[in-house]
């Protein structure tokens, strides 16, 4: 949480795990609070501050990001007084645009909320990893969750951030690392699953083409169609009477 003060000046008292820190808060200032840790405040004079809340998932997904690492937590640095116009600036903007709530509103604070996120991690955190991860590869295990995961779910609609999500890493390191371990584009090893399985498929004949095309996860019959013929020059019909 970051408290951004607008307007009046009063001396701050906060209690944080036991322990109690003083400060006069002003236009300009703001406090820093990590997540899930109770406090106390109290203050003399009358204020005017707006509340920014960073998720726990959005910090952690920026974090891996930018470590290139999984990321178990991150914990943000107990300020009660700091002059950072980065970190204020942004806040206002994100204020701003929860008052007026314009064209691309969500996307926009989405934005905003990233940036101050990479600032927030360049200066204000701590940051604590899941296990050691070699750059430019995916752990077997890791590999191995997300093959299931695409078996399990190959008649769906797959996303990259699905993916990443299956992984713990963000969808741009995500993306490096898998292409660095298996040697395909995350897209070209769903589909190499998505043909793999339907060519099986076809070959017992237990099936009707369209069915096969909505079991192996294409759109439909004919991108099925497309697929084999850019692939093998043989739509899936003739293949099943090879």
């Not at 003083?22 to 406090?39: I, M, Q, Y």
């Not at 709530?101 to 899941?130: I, K, N």
């Not at 019959?221 to 850019?230: K, L, N, P, S």
Request: aromatic share 8%; with cysteine.
């Amino acid at each position: 949480m970051i408290v951004r003060y607008r307007s009046g000046q009063t001396p701050m008292e906060r209690c944080l795990d036991g322990k109690w820190s003083k400060a006069a808060c002003e236009p300009g200032v703001f406090s820093l609070l990590t997540h899930s840790e109770p406090s106390h405040w109290t203050w003399s004079q009358c204020i005017d501050v707006s509340h920014t809340y960073l998720s726990e998932a959005l910090m952690c997904r920026v974090a891996s990001d930018v470590m290139e690492r999984p990321v178990a937590e991150v914990r943000l640095l107990d300020l009660l007084r700091a002059h950072d116009p980065v970190v204020t600036n942004i806040a206002d903007a994100i204020t701003l645009e929860a008052q007026q709530q314009g064209l691309g509103g969500a996307l926009y604070a989405e934005a905003l909320a990233m940036q101050l996120t990479v600032h927030l991690l360049r200066r204000y955190a701590a940051v604590t990893y899941r296990d050691c991860f070699v750059a430019g590869a995916l752990p077997p295990g890791r590999l191995r969750r997300l093959d299931e995961y695409i078996e399990s779910h190959l008649h769906e609609n797959i996303t990259i951030e699905q993916l990443a999500k299956v992984a713990e890493l963000g969808v741009w390191t995500f993306t490096r690392h898998f292409k660095s371990t298996t040697g395909r584009s995350a897209h070209a090893y769903v589909m190499d699953r998505r043909v793999e399985r339907a060519r099986r498929l076809l070959s017992q004949g237990l099936m009707a083409i369209k069915e096969v095309a909505f079991a192996c996860g294409f759109s439909d019959q004919a991108h099925m169609t497309r697929v084999f013929q850019a692939r093998f020059g043989i739509t899936p019909s003739r293949l099943r009477k090879v």
